[in-house]
């Protein structure tokens, strides 16, 4: 089965500093990565998402980025925080086996934008 | 109209009560319906999925999923203090190629022993 790896577990960051959460996946290959925040109150809100290396769909615009340099790592970056960017950040993995509508997520990330 | 609609109400039951929660949808496009449990400061897991109208049973979990109404719920019967956690509906709809999830915000639901 896989593991969805995160880290930082959490970070205390400035506005205007940069960002970068890494998500590494174990146990599945060639799997779809999805980059969700979660903030209060707001549920799930999904960011990115890859189907393969190189291959970033961006759902909302923002300031935020996303890369996938390996099959089963895909970063989460920012040049420049705003205080909006503050919230959960979950990745997740959609094997190709398996019921195609599951998605297993990490442990996430916990980001506050001082 | 959002595409998912779930009441973040939080709710309390005494230990061994019935939990039923429940999202609305707008989408006739949405094919699964799906129930994900988020403990305190983890990820969420998928608990249940259904994609026909009527009811899936699984141990003390029932999903309910009614098409003409678009409406589905998800009941938990003798509830324990295990299951205090954050319950969110997610319906999926093929975009593109791509399989996409609609989450709705998310049930705290707390279970007082």
């Known amino acids: 089965s896989q593991t969805i790896h995160q880290w930082p577990a959490t970070l205390v960051q400035p506005v205007g500093s940069p960002l970068s959460l890494e998500c590494t996946v174990e146990g599945t290959s060639n799997p779809n990565l999805y980059w969700y925040r979660q903030a209060a109150g707001r549920g799930l809100q999904l960011l990115f998402y890859?189907?393969?290396?190189?291959?970033i769909s961006s759902e909302v615009p923002q300031n935020l980025s996303a890369s996938r340099p390996q099959d089963r790592q895909f970063i989460l970056s920012s040049k420049k925080l705003l205080l909006s960017d503050s919230g959960f950040y979950l990745c997740?993995?959609?094997?190709?086996?398996?019921?195609?509508?599951?998605?297993?997520f990490g442990p996430g990330t916990r980001l506050t934008v001082t | 109209q959002k595409e998912v609609e779930q009441d973040p109400g939080p709710l309390s039951v005494p230990e061994g009560a019935i939990v039923s929660l429940n999202c609305t949808y707008s989408?006739?496009?949405?094919?699964?319906f799906m129930w994900y449990r988020q403990y305190s400061r983890k990820g969420p897991e998928l608990l249940m999925y259904?994609?026909?109208?009527g009811n899936k049973e699984d141990g003390r979990f029932t999903a309910q999923v009614d098409k003409s109404s678009k409406y589905i719920s998800l009941f938990i019967r003798d509830s324990q203090p295990s299951d205090s956690a954050t319950y969110l509906c997610?319906?999926?709809?093929?975009?593109?190629?791509?399989?996409?999830?609609?989450f709705g915000k998310g049930n705290q639901v707390v279970v007082i022993p």
């Open positions: 997610a319906m999926s709809a093929r975009v593109g190629g791509n399989n996409r999830l609609a």
């Open positions: 997740a993995c959609r094997p190709l086996a398996g019921f195609s509508y599951e998605q297993y």
């Open positions: 989408n006739s496009a949405f094919q699964y």
């Open positions: 890859s189907v393969g290396i190189g291959q």
């Open positions: 259904t994609y026909s109208s």
